[in-house]
């Protein structure tokens, strides 16, 4: 599976950015495509997911202001961020994985930069 992010930027604190992320290739049984954040020195974090099923997990930190949303048809996800704050600065990047595995599948970074 191969999977091309978009998006991102600078945002302000308060402000909104969206991400995007394409997938293409063998996506076929139940499968999650999420979106993973990292600071240079620190590991990747998951911070959304969500199913082909549209199950949606959230890393604490961002529930209620980030949203996950998918179309099967498109086999795209988006993750639309709400009142950014500073600490979601970071690279992000789209994952794939079949629901019965771990993530198998990584798109490029795209960064994301949250002024105060």
């Known amino acids: 599976v191969q999977l091309q992010a978009s998006g991102g930027g600078w945002g302000q604190a308060g402000g909104s950015l969206t991400l995007s992320c394409a997938a293409s290739?063998?996506?076929?049984?139940?499968?999650?495509i999420g979106w993973h954040r990292q600071l240079t020195g620190t590991q990747r974090e998951l911070v959304a997911s969500?199913?082909?099923?549209?199950?949606?997990t959230y890393k604490d930190s961002v529930k209620g202001r980030f949203t996950i949303f998918r179309d099967n048809t498109k086999n795209t996800v988006t993750l639309q961020m709400e009142n950014l704050k500073p600490d979601d600065t970071g690279l992000y990047y789209c994952?794939?994985?079949?629901?019965?595995?771990?993530?198998?599948?990584w798109g490029q970074g795209t960064l994301v930069t949250v002024s105060s």
């Open positions: 994952s794939y994985r079949p629901i019965t595995s771990w993530w198998t599948s």
């Open positions: 290739g063998s996506i076929t049984g139940d499968n999650a």
């Open positions: 969500i199913t082909n099923n549209h199950d949606t």
